[in-house]
């Protein structure tokens, strides 16, 4: 079974970097806990690996190839904290570049990411 670093960077450089959205069901769980904030607002969703691979083709479409740079990655037991940068192009509107910076807390629970709790900006 793949550790928790293995599993969280897998993931990253392979799904959320959407080199392979369809590779979600090797990293996540069926039923994956995303607990996410907008404006400042928390709220908790369920994901699954195709509604997650669907998400990110959505970054695809709205801009483009983009590169996913991990900055950090700290691991704990079952826990894995990312940071990440994130930069592409607004194809949806204007075209001009697009710079993102993230971080999420990931769990990993018998080698699949079960939960999650990220921040972006």
């Given at each position: 079974m793949r550790d928790t670093r293995a599993v969280v960077t897998g993931f990253l450089n392979?799904?959320?970097?959407g080199r392979n959205p369809d590779?979600?069901?090797d990293y996540l769980a069926a039923k994956v806990l995303a607990h996410q904030l907008?404006?400042?607002?928390?709220?908790?969703?369920?994901?699954s690996p195709?509604?997650?691979?669907?998400?990110?083709?959505?970054?695809?479409?709205?801009?483009?190839?983009?590169?996913?740079?991990?900055?950090?990655l700290l691991v704990d037991g079952d826990k894995a904290y990312?940071?990440?940068?994130q930069i592409g192009r607004n194809l949806a509107g204007?075209?001009?570049?697009?710079?993102?910076?993230?971080?999420?807390?990931y769990r990993v629970e018998e080698g699949r990411i079960v939960e999650y709790w990220i921040?972006?900006?």
């Open positions: 392979e799904v959320r970097s590779a979600a069901s907008v404006a400042e607002s928390p709220y908790t969703l369920e994901r195709a509604d997650y691979a669907a998400h990110v083709r959505e970054f695809l479409r709205d801009y483009g190839a983009f590169e996913l740079r991990v900055d950090e990312a940071r990440w940068t204007s075209g001009e570049p697009v710079r993102q910076i993230g971080s999420a807390c921040q972006s900006s």
